[in-house]
Nanobody, 115 residues
Framework: QVQFVESGGGLVQPGGSLRLSCTVSRSIFSSYGMGWYRQAPGKQRELVAHITRGGSTDYADSVKGRFTISRDNVKNMMYLQMNSLKPEDTAVYYC?????????WGQGTQVTVSS
């Protein structure tokens, strides 16, 4: 199974924005729901945003109203637009299926929110 590849992380000040990207094959888009997960130091990995095959979205309460998950079926990409970032959003962010498949975890992309 091919691992997903995430990009777009970085260091941002509180209140700032970042957009994460995930490269996805067309067959995945057509067959599975996808999500963005994150893992902060000392914490378990958690699902923060989910998009179904049909395009419906759902978010963890901690990011609702600030993060937006989307997909581009032409470019076979999935995105996470993150606005109004907070220090507690600091984590490594990953994309994967929902529910996830262990073999598909990539390296993730580090997001650090700090002044």
């Amino acid at each position: 199974q091919v691992q997903f590849v995430e990009s777009g992380g970085g260091l941002v000040q509180p209140g700032g924005s970042l957009r994460l990207s995930c490269t996805v094959s067309r067959s995945i888009f057509s067959s599975y729901g996808m999500g963005w997960y994150r893992q902060a130091p000392g914490k378990q990995r958690e699902l923060v945003a989910h998009i179904t095959r049909g395009g419906s979205t759902d978010y963890a309460d901690s990011v609702k109203g600030r993060f937006t998950i989307s997909r581009d079926n032409v470019k076979n990409m999935m995105y996470l637009q993150m606005n109004s970032l907070k220090p507690e959003d600091t984590a490594v962010y990953y994309c994967n299926l929902v529910p996830y498949q262990t073999a598909r975890w990539g390296q993730g992309t580090q997001v650090t929110v700090s002044s």
